[in-house]
């Protein structure tokens, strides 16, 4: 069965560094996702992309976060710079249409120190 | 405000014992209303999707239903590997498709 796979399981850095979370969505998937669970704490979205742009964006995803359709398979969510408070886990997630079912990654569980 | 509320916060069960959990929300007009399941470090697992009031879905000792203000999730016999947490999510009907998750219900199931 096709899944989204997510790269690294677990990353850790230091406040102030720049971070790349890697996803490979289900391949005829065309609505791209990236949602984060703080420790304790409900799945937020972050941003939604289609079509190589952002179709919407959520008031956590600022000027330090950035996404990117690199190539045919992969889907990239960049951290500019690093704080503490961005510790969390953060889940890609795909669909085929805008409005069907999003399937979720594994996650990468982002540590700052 | 949030959109998504879920109750109880944390269930524990007898197996066998069968139960409910409650997800009720609040939004203009809903798109669809999702249930997964969540084990500890992983990420959300798609169990159904409901869109309209009265619609029911089943799977396993697992049945979703559906009213204008809220959902259910019904576990029938439960067994220890029911044990998780299940998340509620709404998507709305104006515009975007952002998913709005509830806190979850975390349901610990005992032998």
């Known amino acids: 069965e096709p899944e989204v796979t997510q790269t690294p399981s677990h990353q850790v850095t230091q406040m102030g560094q720049e971070v790349i979370l890697r996803c490979v969505p289900i391949?005829?998937?065309?609505?791209f996702y990236w949602y984060r669970q703080i420790l304790g704490q409900k799945v937020e979205f972050l941003v939604s992309?289609?079509?190589?742009?952002?179709?919407?964006k959520s008031e956590i995803f600022d000027d330090q976060f950035s996404v990117e359709r690199p190539d045919g398979s992969n889907f990239t969510l960049k951290i500019r710079s690093t704080k503490l408070e961005d510790s969390a886990m953060y889940f890609c997630?795909?669909?085929?249409?805008?409005?069907?079912?999003?399937?979720f990654g594994p996650g990468t569980r982002l540590t700052v120190l | 405000e949030d959109q998504v509320t879920q109750s109880p916060e944390a269930l524990r069960l007898q197996e066998g014992e069968s139960s409910s959990l409650n997800c009720s929300y609040t939004v203009s007009g809903l798109r669809g209303l999702f249930w997964y399941r969540q084990d500890p470090g992983k990420g959300p697992e798609f169990l159904f999707t409901?869109?309209?009031a009265g619609e029911e879905k089943e799977k396993e000792r697992l049945k979703a239903t559906l009213t204008k203000k809220e959902s259910f999730l019904h576990i029938t016999a439960p067994k220890p590997e029911d044990s998780a947490t299940y998340l509620c999510?709404?998507?709305?009907?104006?515009?975007?498709?952002?998913?709005?998750f509830g806190k979850g219900n975390q349901v610990v199931v005992i032998p």
């Open positions: 391949s005829n998937h065309l609505y």
């Open positions: 997630a795909s669909s085929n249409g805008v409005h069907d079912t999003q399937y």
């Open positions: 409901l869109y309209s």
């Open positions: 999510a709404v998507q709305e009907i104006y515009g975007n498709n952002r998913l709005a």
């Open positions: 992309f289609y079509n190589n742009e952002i179709s919407e």
